[in-house]
């Protein structure tokens, strides 16, 4: 069975620090990997997605992450965080279905002045 | 503009009652998802549908119903059974199965309250 694990369920940083966001996955195959964001009380926004080839994606409002098949990773990176990106943010996993992907718990960034 | 519309935004419930969430796309996706999100963790799947008047359950179905009489149409019921139902409900869409590479779409959400 496939499977998210996000090990932070809260992080904070100051603005315009870097920020890493860790994600472990368990699954049988090739996995399709996404990031998603959630702002208080709203839907949940792509930020980007790997399926296949480069394992460094980049995503929308400047994220990036980081494809690592040995380690079984998909770690969200960005350079300089905004006060804007404070946000709950999920890593999910899929089989290309991507409505039925498996969703982690989630980490919640806190972003302080 | 192409999206997934949710209603209402809040709901709320007495004990016994059913409610129905209404989900409406017009992205012309094959596709349809329910989620209920709990505070402090993930998405959990409740129903999908891959076509019209077809369905299946997620992993947790129990004590909810669902119908696909139209593309564009995914509408979920909470009803009595339904031990808990204080959430938050998210509707989701993406393009077809065969169509590999894609995302889902996400709508603003349900948060549905028993009183």
């Known amino acids: 069975a496939q499977s998210v694990t996000q090990p932070d369920i809260h992080i904070t940083v100051s603005e315009g620090a870097s920020l890493e966001l860790r994600c472990n996955y368990s699954?049988?195959?090739?996995?399709?990997l996404f990031w998603y964001v959630q702002s208080p009380g709203q839907g949940l926004q792509l930020l980007l997605k790997y399926f296949s080839g480069d394992t460094l994606v980049q995503g929308i409002k400047g994220f990036e992450a980081e494809f690592k098949r040995s380690q079984s990773s998909f770690n969200l990176r960005k350079p300089s965080v905004h006060w804007s990106d404070a946000a709950e943010y999920f890593c999910a996993v899929g089989a290309g279905n991507a409505g039925k992907s498996t969703f982690g718990d989630g980490t919640t960034l806190t972003v302080k002045p | 503009d192409g999206g997934i519309t949710q209603s209402p935004k809040y709901l709320f419930r007495k004990e016994g009652q059913n409610v129905t969430l209404s989900c409406e796309q017009n992205?012309?996706?094959?596709?349809m998802y329910w989620y209920r999100q709990d505070p402090g963790q993930g998405l959990r799947l409740i129903y999908y549908s891959q076509i019209v008047n077809d369905f299946q359950k997620g992993d947790i179905a129990e004590g909810y119903s669902v119908s696909r009489e139209k593309k564009e149409s995914f509408p979920l019921t909470v009803t009595s059974a339904q031990k808990n139902p204080t959430a938050f409900y998210l509707c989701a869409s993406s393009k077809p199965n065969k169509a590999v590479n894609t995302e889902a779409f996400f709508g603003q959400g349900t948060r549905l309250t028993v009183v």
């Open positions: 992205l012309n996706h094959d596709a």
């Open positions: 699954y049988g195959a090739t996995p399709y």
